[in-house]
């Protein structure tokens, strides 16, 4: 079975830092690209990152500056290192991929189980 794990919300300060992490496992044969959306309570999901396995990177408005995705050195892992976090942040985070699979051979998005991120003022 192939999932996302997501880990490192928490509760921190308007000004703090946090990052979160994000394990893809199973059969994956290749993964296209990662990354992250957010939702807030009573909003849309929205993009918030993303990385492609060659390295591309792309950001919401709202965080360039502030947030950066990377590739981590265990294979298939991804991170958002989340920088002078503000209130307006404060959402459940969710990781997502576009990946491969063999045996049987698919292409799947994946989403995790989310992990929540508070911002106090």
């Known amino acids: 079975q192939v999932q996302l794990v997501e880990s490192g919300g928490g509760l921190v300060q308007a000004g703090e830092s946090l990052r979160l992490s994000c394990a893809a496992s199973g059969s994956i044969f290749r993964i296209n690209d990662m990354g992250w959306a957010r939702q807030a309570p009573g909003q849309q999901r929205e993009f918030v990152a993303r990385?492609?396995?060659?390295?591309?990177?792309n950001y919401a408005d709202s965080v360039k500056g502030r947030f950066t995705i990377s590739r981590g050195n265990v294979k298939n892992t991804v991170y958002l290192q989340m920088n002078s976090l503000k209130p307006e942040d404060t959402a459940v985070y969710y990781c997502?991929?576009?990946?491969?699979?063999?045996?049987?051979?698919?292409?799947?998005?994946?989403w995790g189980q989310g992990t929540l991120v508070t911002v106090s003022s």
């Open positions: 990385i492609t396995s060659g390295g591309s990177t």
């Open positions: 997502n991929a576009h990946l491969i699979t063999y045996a049987p051979t698919r292409y799947l998005e994946l």
